[in-house]
């Protein structure tokens, strides 16, 4: 159980935050302008739906530290950000961040997250956590760099629940730091992240809590077209005391495509596998997000 609860803490730090729009057009798409180091503007609204598919077969977790084959364990996790500018100068944004889970254990095939049949022992699903949120530009003659601050609220009445975990029970003080630098040219774009989650609350009540995980990652994206890129990344993650003598890491590498659909719609699919790593799972993850920025 404890392979499962560490595992799908890890899944949630690899949500990749899609890119948005900027209304001067002049100097590129939607994908192209607005990545998520951007600000909006007063009244713009910026809504994603992002779907992360997580399933493995082997993990770490074997003794010393080897590989092993495990029964199949799938986790879904559906999320739905909501942000809208609201200061006259362009700096300021607020927002709400909306959290579903639906886990399988045991074995089961991965699409049966789908089923949301919560068959005792193998299955659990449920909204499992909302966060407020805000997102600043801390040096106004650096627009191209963002914190995003946000609290994440535990809904889950127990992390556990006849043998299947659902998410932490625990607060999460989450701060996500955005850089992004576009090449001569335009054709290519460069974007960073730092995030950073603090996990606290009664010990009992989570074994994550009184921890800090740290995720930085780097993307590369290609513009073969304004309305079309193609994008690499890696993304490494530590886990730094979690309350338990229990420490973790491990590395993903992945690429993905975005197309811009409308002025006002653009779509993303997303591919990562966990290549390396301490105490962690080496599974796989599918994406697929919905973006409308208006």
């Given at each position: ?265 653009n779509i993303e699919t997303l591919y990562t596998s966990f290549v390396r790593g301490t105490d962690t799972g080496l599974g796989k993850t599918f994406n697929i997000g919905l973006r409308a920025l208006f």
């Open positions: 159980m404890k392979r499962i609860i560490i595992t799908l803490l890890a899944i949630a730090t690899i949500s990749f935050s899609g890119f948005s729009q900027e209304e001067d057009q002049d100097q590129g798409s939607v994908i192209q302008t607005y990545t998520p180091s951007k600000l909006l503007k007063k009244g713009q609204w910026d809504i994603k739906w992002f779907n992360n598919l997580y399933t493995e077969t082997k993990d770490l977790f074997g003794p010393n530290g080897d590989k092993q084959s495990i029964p199949r364990n799938t986790f879904f996790t559906s999320t739905v950000d909501v942000f809208t500018g609201v200061s006259e100068n362009n700096n300021f944004n607020i927002g709400l961040l909306l959290e579903f889970r639906s886990n399988v254990i045991g074995g089961r095939d991965a699409l049966d997250v789908f089923s949301f049949d919560g068959e005792r022992g193998s299955a659990r699903s449920g909204f499992t956590s909302f966060a407020p949120a805000i997102k600043f530009n801390p040096i106004k003659s650096v627009s191209n760099f963002t914190i995003q601050t946000a609290i994440h609220i535990p809904l889950v009445d127990n992390e556990v629940e006849d043998g299947v975990f659902l998410d932490q029970k625990g607060f999460i003080f989450q701060n996500r730091f955005f850089y992004d630098y576009s090449f001569a040219g335009g054709d290519w774009q460069l974007f960073s992240e730092l995030n950073t989650e603090y996990n606290f609350g009664k010990k009992e009540d989570s074994f994550a809590n009184n921890s800090l995980r740290l995720t930085p990652g780097v993307f590369l994206s290609y513009f073969p077209s304004s309305k079309f890129t193609i994008l690499a990344l890696v993304q490494h993650s530590q886990l730094i005391d979690a309350g338990n003598d229990f420490s973790q890491d491990f590395t993903a590498l992945g690429g993905g495509v975005k197309y811009q659909l409308t002025d006002v719609l």
